[in-house]
C-alpha cells in the first residue's frame, strides 16, 4: 500500500494501548513528530493486595504527557464510534489494546490502524504471542508492524524487525526487548508515512500460520515424564508470570529458573537424582532439569543454595574428612 503522502504537514494520531509494552510505541508517536491528539486505554482495573483500581502504564504515560484519555468499556458502540471519528484521526495505532475493533471502527482513520505485534506472522497470531515463542524452542521472534483489517492480526505487514530467541532468554527478558523492537519499527513506519512514502503492505504467508492462545495458570504445572528441555523452555517462558510450578522432595514449589542437561539415568520422573549449591537436579522422561532457583510458599525468590540450607537431607552425606 503505497500512498501520495500528506495532505497537510500534521498527521493526527490516536494511539490506543494499555500495558507496559506500548509505552515506548507512544513515546515513539509522540517522538516521531505526529501530532497525539488522544490515548486509548482500557479501564482501570483493581490491582496489588488492596485491590485498589490503578489505571495502565499506557494512561499514567499519556496522563504525564498531557494527553487526553479515553476508557471505554467497548468500541462496539455507536456512542464510541461517534466519539472515536470526533477526533478525527489520520492513524490509529493499537499496541497490546486489549478491546476488539470493529469493521467501523477500521475504516475511521484515513490512513486506517497500525498494529504492533510480537511476533513474525503468521506464527503466533494471538494474544500470548512472546510465551509461545518460547515454548516451542523458536530461534527467533520479532515485531512486526501490520496494517490492521477484521481478522486476528491476519492484516499485511508493513515493517518487521528480528531478533534471536536464546536459552538465557524468559518472557520477561524477551517482552522487554521486543517492546523496544517496537517502538523502532513503529518510528520508522511514521517516519516513513510522514514523508509521504508509507511502507508497501505485503500480505502474510497463507503457510505457517499458529495461534498463540492466552497463557492459563493451569499451564504452569511442571511434568516431570516431558523430556527436560521442554520444562526448561516452560520455566522460562513463564517468568515472570505465571511462574512454573512442580514438587520437588514432596514440596510445591514455584520454579523461577532452571536447565535441561543430558544425565542419564533410570530414576522415576520427579526424583531427586543429585543436589549440590549449584542446583538440584530432578529426573525427567529424558533428561533432568537442574532447578537453579524457587520460591517456597510464602517466601521469596531463592536460589538453589539456600533452599539446601534449609533441606540439608537433599543433599549427599559428607565423609569423614568433609569430602562428599
Known amino acids: 500500500m503505497n500512498s501520495a503522502g500528506l495532505s497537510n504537514p500534521g498527521l493526527r494520531v490516536v494511539f490506543a494501548g494499555t500495558p507496559e509494552f506500548a509505552v515506548p510505541c507512544l513515546e515513539a508517536c509522540r517522538a516521531s513528530g505526529a501530532e497525539v491528539v488522544a490515548v486509548y ?10 485491590r485498589k483500581l490503578t489505571p495502565s502504564p499506557v494512561k499514567q504515560a499519556a496522563l504525564a504527557a498531557g494527553i487526553a484519555v479515553h476508557q471505554p468499556e467497548s468500541l462496539k458502540s455507536a456512542d464510541a464510534q461517534q466519539a472515536l471519528a470526533e ?8 499496541v497490546a489494546y486489549g478491546l476488539i475493533l470493529p469493521r467501523k471502527v477500521l475504516a475511521i482513520p484515513r490512513f486506517g490502524c497500525w498494529n504492533v505485534h510480537a511476533s513474525l506472522l503468521p506464527r503466533w497470531r494471538g494474544a500470548a504471542p512472546i510465551q509461545r515463542a518460547i515454548l516451542a524452542g523458536d530461534a527467533e521472534s520479532g515485531v512486526d508492524l501490520m496494517q490492521m483489517e477484521a ?23 524477551l517482552h522487554d526487548r521486543l517492546s523496544v523492537l517496537g517502538a523502532e519499527v513503529l518510528a520508522d ?39 527436560a528441555i521442554e520444562l526448561e ?4 517462558a513463564f517468568d515472570p508470570w505465571p511462574v512454573a510450578e512442580g514438587e520437588i522432595a514432596d514440596e510445591h514449589l514455584r520454579i523461577w529458573a532452571a536447565l535441561a542437561i543430558d544425565t542419564p539415568h533410570q530414576a522415576t520422573p520427579g526424583s531427586v537424582i543429585a543436589a549440590s549449591r549449584d542446583g538440584i537436579d530432578v529426573a525427567c522422561g529424558q533428561g533432568a532439569l537442574r532447578v537453579l532457583a524457587v520460591q517456597r510458599a510464602g517466601g521469596k525468590r531463592i ?22
Open 41 to 50: 486505554t482500557q479501564p482501570d482495573r483493581p490491582a496489588g493486595r488492596g
Open 87 to 94: 477526533l478525527k484521526p489520520d492513524l490509529l495505532v493499537v
Open 151 to 173: 481478522g486476528l492480526d491476519t492484516g499485511p505487514v508493513l515493517l518487521e524487525r528480528r531478533t534471536p530467541i536464546t536459552r538465557e532468554d524468559t518472557g520477561g527478558s
Open 189 to 227: 513506519g511514521l517516519r516513513r508515512l510522514l514523508a509521504g512514502d508509507m511502507p508497501s503492505a505485503v500480505p502474510q504467508a497463507d503457510d505457517g500460520v499458529t495461534y498463540a492462545h492466552k497463557l492459563d495458570k493451569a499451564e504452569a504445572k511442571l511434568d516431570f515424564r516431558r523430556p
Open 233 to 236: 523452555r516452560q520455566v522460562r
Open 303 to 324: 536460589g538453589a543454595a539456600d533452599y539446601l540450607n534449609a533441606r540439608p537431607h537433599l543433599l549427599p552425606p559428607r565423609h569423614p574428612d568433609g569430602s562428599v
